[in-house]
Nanobody, 125 residues
């Protein structure tokens, strides 16, 4: 059974930093793209960042220069380092994985096959 489990969320003041982690189990994703999405109350789930199998990265304009996605294939982990956090970054953050190898769904939410349960990030002003 494939599972993605996020951790690292919490409450932080504006300007602060958090590091989210996503632990994958049940299969390896070393040849697959993985991503982070977020969903604020009353809004649709939106793309945040994506990393493909050879660690090329892709970001939403709203987080570019502040967030960094990375992966550790040996540990089957993906990370999201979030700096200079703003109140508008408040949301539930979800880890997602493409079930296929050597393809990249980039920001296309429906192309991701596996999802975690989410971790809450709250940024106070």
């Amino acid at each position: 059974q494939v599972r993605l489990v996020e951790s690292g969320g919490g409450l932080v003041q504006a300007g602060g930093s958090l590091r989210l982690s996503c632990a994958a189990s049940g299969r390896t994703f070393s040849r697959s793209a993985m991503g982070w999405f977020r969903q604020a109350p009353g809004k649709e789930r939106e793309f945040v960042a994506n990393i493909n199998w050879d660690s090329n990265t892709y970001y939403a304009d709203s987080v570019k220069g502040r967030f960094t996605i990375s992966r550790d294939n040996a540990k089957n982990m993906v990370y999201l380092q979030m700096n200079s956090l703003k109140p508008e970054d408040t949301a539930v953050y979800y880890c997602a994985a493409d079930g296929r190898a050597y393809t990249n769904p980039y920001s296309l939410r429906d192309r991701y096959d596996y999802w975690g349960q989410g971790t809450q990030v709250t940024v106070s002003s």
